[in-house]
Structures are given as structure tokens and as C-alpha cells.
């Protein structure tokens, strides 16, 4: 059993965070590439840093549902996109640094395999090494929702939530967006899926399921 002392909910303020996201041309995870890369560095619960970068990729085709969905504009590629290396490489930079824990929502599920792409798609050798510090917000969603109990053993705690990320009950209300609003976020929907607000989202969600679910 877990001491007190060892509970994130405790010792929050002793951690680094970076929270991440990404959106993409679709939900491919072997094709669709990311068109914007957003993270944001926290200390405890204060924020640090916002980075927000837009990736012009040759070629970019995002197809019509994710545009819709994400409000992607080519004019905002064309203004201020950047070369994908430069942000991949800036990216690198912070998710590798073992300092941060690292907050995402359905990041196991969906954007480690959109980020892994990226690299590949400039030379880089696949790496995932950096997974073990992951804490997503969908599986633990679940946990919250169905009174699961995470692992007393902290080198289990990856596992678990690959467990949980196959685990679907109907009616189960545990998107980003959802947690946040019961946890009195004002959410707006004009602005989901747009990569620096979810992150926004993804914190809030993230520093309030750590309350209910005994996690270290």
C-alpha cells in the first residue's frame, strides 16, 4: 500500500508536468500526420511554459471530418506553419527530459503512435521509451467511473492503463471535456479539439481525478 506521502494528490507541488496533445490530418495512426503540436510545462500546478506550433507538412491533407471537428484552416498552415523537424525536434526536447511527468488525454490510445510517425517520417528511429512516464486522462476517467483501484506498485501503473484503455461500458462518460465540466470547468465547445485548450482541459481533468483515484 502506498504511503500518504507517495500520492500525487499530496506531493503535486514537488513535480514537473508537461501536458501535451496533438491534431491531425485524420485518426489514422500509421498515415495521418500532425498539423499542430501543442504542449504546455507545468511546476505543481503552476503553469511555466505554452507552446503551440503548427506543422507544414508537403502535401497536407486533412480530411473533411477532422477539419470540421478541429476547425483546421490551410490559411493558418500557410501563415505560420513551420518546418516539421524544428518543432519535432523542440518537442523532443521536452518529452525525453525525464524531469516531466507527462499529462495527456488518450495520448496511449492515439498521439504516441501520431508522434512516433513524425519521427520516422524525418529519419528518427522509433522511441517510446518515454511512455512509463505517462499519465492519461481516459483510463484513469475509467477508474474514477467504475472504482477501479490503481496499482499499489507504481512500475505496474503503465499496464493498468492499457488494461483500462480496453475497457467499454455504454454510456460511460469519460471524455477530457466531460471530466473537466463535472469537476466545474466552464468548458467551451467552440474550442475543443484545439491543441492548447484540451491542454488546458487535460490539466484541470488531471489535478482533480488524482483526488479521487489514489494514484502515485
Known amino acids: 500500500m502506498p504511503l500518504d506521502k507517495d500520492l500525487l494528490k499530496n506531493n503535486i507541488s514537488d513535480h514537473k508536468f508537461m501536458v501535451w496533445d496533438t491534431e491531425t490530418e485524420g485518426l489514422n495512426h500509421i498515415k495521418s500526420r500532425p498539423w499542430e503540436v501543442s504542449w504546455s510545462v507545468y511546476h505543481g500546478l503552476n503553469k511555466i ?10 502535401g497536407l491533407n486533412v480530411c473533411p471530418g477532422a477539419a470540421k471537428a478541429t476547425g483546421f484552416q490551410m490559411s493558418v498552415i500557410d501563415e505560420k506553419g513551420e518546418n516539421p523537424k524544428d518543432v519535432i525536434d523542440l518537442f523532443d526536447s521536452y518529452l525525453y527530459n525525464k524531469d516531466y511527468k507527462l499529462v495527456t488525454a488518450n495520448g496511449l490510445g492515439f ?3 501520431i508522434h ?6 524525418l529519419g528518427y528511429k522509433t522511441d517510446y521509451s518515454y511512455i512509463d512516464r505517462m499519465y492519461d486522462i481516459l483510463p484513469i476517467a475509467r477508474a474514477y467511473r467504475l472504482g477501479v483501484r490503481a496499482p499499489e506498485n507504481k512500475e505496474d501503473f503503465l499496464a493498468w492503463q492499457y488494461r483500462l484503455l480496453c475497457v467499454y461500458t455504454k454510456g460511460l462518460k469519460c471524455k477530457n471535456s466531460e471530466i473537466a465540466e463535472e469537476f466545474g470547468y466552464e468548458v467551451d465547445p467552440t474550442k475543443l479539439h484545439s491543441a492548447d485548450y484540451d491542454n488546458q482541459l487535460a490539466m484541470f481533468s488531471f489535478t482533480n481525478l488524482i483526488k479521487k483515484v489514489d494514484i502515485q
Open 116 to 121: 512516433n510517425l513524425s519521427r520516422l517520417l
Open 111 to 113: 498521439d504516441v503512435y
Open 49 to 58: 511554459e505554452d507552446h503551440q506550433h503548427y506543422l507544414k507538412w508537403p
